[in-house]
């Protein structure tokens, strides 16, 4: 059984391949190994958003994310014959871990491919949960360049493709996620929050839901830099993207699946798109307010929360965090894109006359009492006059930055202030 639909454009034809039976199937497989995770109540987001905010804590799985699930789900479904040949897949670090992680607890040999840029945290612990069973080869920038090598490799060797996404068996196993909240929240939430990126936990989510006939809204989440499904949802068909920023490296693919999609469109009521730098916030939020280590796709779907305001007041909502799986290495780039996005970083080029006394004069005039200098970087050109230095600075509350413009206007500098989009912030951030 494969993510094929004879019918793609007709709706609910996806229902030949994926049904309520099929996600409780799923989870009698699941059953024994462990892989339940606890639903918590958040008060700090219930209080904020006058809701009742449960989190359904993924990133507390043995690979720190879902996708065990799945991944298990199709390969424990397979007949030995099959397994003899192995299993293969292409991942962007989580689903790897599942594949490992299914493999050494199976006994199945297999081979990952993952993208070149994939966090190193996550590639250590892919090896881990290996045991030696598994291959990993690094091919491409993103996840698609990954997959198109995964599947050459299948042809080539007759292993079997285990899919991070588009396969009614993943979806299957992704499902099991909101079956335990249903369960575990004793009727189903009013909204249930999901991030995305090739489409199979929401559509696990949302066939889950449909089966159990339930009203719940289901909601997806995207990066703002990887919307794939959010384009896919406006042509009517899934299309291909380029990648505007790959942050939030668990939620970003070029391609969305032809199965998921047709799920999401059909059940999904609304996809929406977060700013990184809000999931940054969101994800600092939860580490130092809830002691959860989130990475940036764990902590999207409650970073869309913002968004919805009113439209969740008194409701019951789910928010899926669907992975723990953050290097330590990358809290510095979280932070600053937190402090960008919340207003409290600038960056300016600001051309200093050349002469004794420029600077101080620039800290006196310029800066207010809470205003500090982050970053200085000066470049003295050829002329005699002026000389361009780049300057970061950090204020202590979003509404300082008006003053601080009013004071740069005023002291006759040549200043120009760089705009969060603007292409050089790619250098900064």
Known sequence: MGGDIDDPDVPGAWRRLLGLHDIRAAAGRL???????????????????????HLKREDLQAVRSYKIRGAFNLVSSLPPDVLAAGVVCASAGNHAQGVAWTCRHLGVRGVVFLPVRTPRQ??????????????????GDDFDEANAAAVAYAAESGATIVPPFDDPRVVAGQG??????VEQLGAPPDVVVVPIGGGGLVSGTAACLDGLGAPTTVVGVQPAGAPAMVRSLDEGHPVTIDIADDFVD???????GAFTFAVTRDLV???????????????????????????????????????????IAGASVVCILSGGNNDVARYSEIIERSLVHQGLKHYFIVEFPQQPGALRRFLDDCLGPTDDIVLFEYTKKSSRELGPALVGIELAERDDLAPLLERIARSGL????????????????
């Open 31 to 53: 059953a024994a190994l462990g892989v339940r995770t606890p639903l918590q109540r958040s008060d700090r987001l219930s209080e904020r958003y006058g809701a009742a905010v």
């Open 122 to 139: 996550k590639v250590a612990r892919i090896v881990a949960f290996a045991g030696g069973l598994v291959e990993l080869r690094f091919v």
């Open 176 to 181: 099991t996620v909101m079956l335990e909240a």
């Open 250 to 256: 668990g939620a970003v693919v070029r391609t969305p």
């Open 269 to 311: 009521r609304d996809v929406v798109v977060v700013d990184e730098g809000r999931v940054c916030t969101e994800q600092l939020e939860l580490y130092q307010a809830d002691g959860i280590v989130a990475e940036p796709a764990g902590a999207l779907a409650l970073a869309a929360l913002d968004q919805m305001g009113e439209r």
């Open 414 to 429: 040549e200043a120009r202030r760089l705009p969060p989009d603007s292409p050089l912030f790619r250098y900064l951030v």
